[in-house]
């Protein structure tokens, strides 16, 4: 079992940054890979970014590429979200996921994920 815990959303105006991160408990959190996900006020929710387990592979959608980075450290069992130059477009619910397969999170396959967490809120006002 893991469970997975979001941090880090509020208010930020555009153009600035925040760095959201989500916390695993579970022995296994490392084998996972991870992915984060959001959704705006009436919109179906969307993939953002993957990691792989190790770390090594990443893959980001279109409309945040360049200026979202996602990292973990296994260490400290937590993923990450750096969220840079931030547009009104981002403001949504942000959710972290986990799935033993990369390949899974990439295709942002929500009813094959693993774990959800609850989400934290974004908002970025113009």
């Known amino acids: 079992q893991v469970q997975l815990v979001e941090s880090g959303g509020g208010l930020v105006q555009a153009g600035g940054s925040l760095r959201l991160s989500c916390a695993a408990s579970g022995r296994t959190f490392s084998t996972y890979a991870m992915g984060w996900f959001r959704q705006a006020p009436g919109k179906e929710r969307e993939f953002v970014a993957a990691i792989s387990w190790s770390g090594g592979s990443t893959y980001y959608a279109d409309s945040v590429k360049g200026r979202f980075t996602i990292s973990r450290d296994n260490a400290k069992v937590t993923v990450y979200l750096q969220m840079n130059s931030l547009k009104p477009e981002d403001t949504a619910v942000y959710s972290c996921?986990?799935?033993?397969?990369?390949?899974?999170?990439?295709?942002?396959?929500?009813?094959?994920?693993?774990?959800w967490g609850k989400g934290t809120l974004v908002t970025v006002s113009s």
């Open positions: 996921a986990a799935d033993s397969l990369f390949r899974t999170v990439v295709a942002g396959s929500e009813s094959a994920m693993d774990y």
